[in-house]
Nanobody
């Protein structure tokens, strides 16, 4: 199994910044894609950004130029730097990892963090 622990959410004023972290641990054989999703009240969960094992990134149009995803493969950790935050960025942010576990190197499955609240408000 793979466990994900997120940190870094909180309350920030519009225009402010936050950095989220998500550390994966457990019986990890390999990690493919890592990413962040978010879910605002009354809305469906949506993709924010992803990063492959080779570093290729993908961003939702709504966050391009403001958010930056990065990963530390040695630490099995993914980060999300969020700048110029807007009230519409308010949501619960979920870390996602596609990983294979020891003993099952060809079986990649999805793992999710518990979610961290980001609130952008004055």
């Amino acid at each position: 199994q793979v466990q994900l622990v997120e940190s870094g959410g909180g309350l920030v004023q519009p225009g402010g910044s936050l950095r989220l972290s998500c550390a994966a641990s457990g019986s990890i054989f390999s990690i493919n894609a890592m990413g962040w999703y978010r879910q605002a009240p009354g809305k469906e969960r949506e993709l924010v950004t992803t990063i492959t094992s080779s570093g290729t990134t993908n961003y939702a149009d709504s966050v391009k130029g403001r958010f930056t995803i990065s990963r530390d493969n040695a630490k099995n950790t993914v980060y999300l730097r969020m700048n110029s935050l807007k009230p519409e960025d308010t949501a619960v942010y979920y870390c996602h990892v596609a990983a294979a576990t020891i003993g099952f190197p060809s079986f990649v499955r999805d793992y999710w963090g518990q979610g961290t609240q980001v609130t952008v408000s004055s």
